[in-house]
């Protein structure tokens, strides 16, 4: 039976290649998925609404200026976003207190939406366990772990409903590596970590990746700013100031803040986010280290670095 033909003057239309198909069924995949979840199709291709807690001065504020650089919608937090002295461009300032729960929940009401969330606002602090009172160790934990907490608490169920988002808490390398009269902050910054692994497998169905990230020593005058609880006549006096000075060379020859922001913003926005990052002190070479030598020997270390003589106990 002869094959019929087209009839004269048509053109029949080429078949699409397919790798024209698969890019089309993406594309529709991604028109029907943001429908589903109220995200227009320009965020879930690749422009993000970020929220980036102490956007103020230091780390906090080169993650934003590199997320609006990249391309993505930034808003970052201050106690007083009004009086905020050298605000990133491209940034829009809302408020947020870590010790005011209350103020989680208005901050991400404020913003809505919100893909990625670096909780890096928080409070450094130094000094003798016996010396601090309890209410300073309190107003530390809040400012610390219970403020990020309430925050992450306040955009999950966004995150969850819309099947994606990414949460980065904001260590530090003591957690690691603790050292005498930085409990109290060690122990706040380990805290957050473990919020951090442990909820990870927990949320991870709902398409959220969270995410640990500890700087080691940054040059960023964290110092200048850290509470110090010390006697004045403390028999703890002279062993904290010998570390309070080698504290203060090892920060004067730290990392950059860039250096540090830039590997938040990767672990962030990578493809698929390894659950812990570490930048500075040589972090490459002292994790290995921990991995292998006794307990002891790394605490005695990481004294020695800091100043302090061994004691054998």
């Known amino acids: 039976m002869p094959r019929s033909s087209p009839r004269s003057g048509s053109r029949r239309s080429p078949l699409p290649s397919p790798r024209a198909s698969r890019s089309r069924c993406r594309t529709e995949h991604c028109a029907v998925r943001s429908a589903r979840y109220g995200v227009s199709v320009a965020a879930a291709s690749g422009s993000k609404v970020v929220l980036v807690t102490g956007a103020s001065s230091g780390i906090g504020a080169e993650v934003a200026r590199i997320f609006v650089e990249r391309g993505h919608t930034v808003y970052g937090t201050s106690r007083r976003p009004e009086a905020v002295a050298d605000p990133v461009a491209g940034v829009r300032y809302v408020r947020l207190d870590n010790a005011d729960y209350q103020s989680a929940i208005d901050c991400a009401h404020e913003i809505g939406a919100i893909d990625v969330l670096i909780n890096n606002a928080g409070e450094s602090q130094a000094g003798a366990l016996e010396d601090t009172s309890m209410a300073a160790i309190e107003d530390l934990f809040a400012a610390n772990v219970f403020g990020p907490v309430a925050l992450t608490k306040a955009v999950l169920p966004g995150m969850r409903e819309r099947g994606t988002g990414t949460v980065v808490m904001v260590g530090s390398m003591l957690s690691s590596f603790p050292v005498a009269f930085r409990s109290n902050y060690a122990a706040t910054k380990s805290a957050l970590k473990a919020f951090a692994l442990a909820t990870r497998r927990e949320v991870a169905p709902y398409g959220i990746r969270m995410i640990s990230v500890e700087p080691g020593t940054i040059a960023t005058g964290i110092g ?51 659950p812990f990052y570490a930048k500075g002190n040589h972090a490459g070479i002292v994790f290995a280290l921990r991995r292998l030598l006794p307990r002891q020997a790394v605490l005695d270390l990481s004294a020695r670095i800091h100043g302090l003589r061994k004691v054998r106990i």
Do not use: F
């Not at 006549?233 to 100031?241: A, F, I, M, N, T």
């Not at 080698?246 to 250096?259: F, L, M, P, Q, V």
């Open 224 to 274: 200048d700013r850290r509470s110090i609880h010390i006697g004045d006549d403390s028999p703890y006096r002279g062993e904290y100031e010998t570390l309070a000075a080698a504290t203060r060379t090892n920060e004067d020859a730290g990392i950059s803040a860039t250096a540090m922001a830039t590997v938040i913003v990767g672990a962030a926005l990578a493809e698929h986010p390894k």
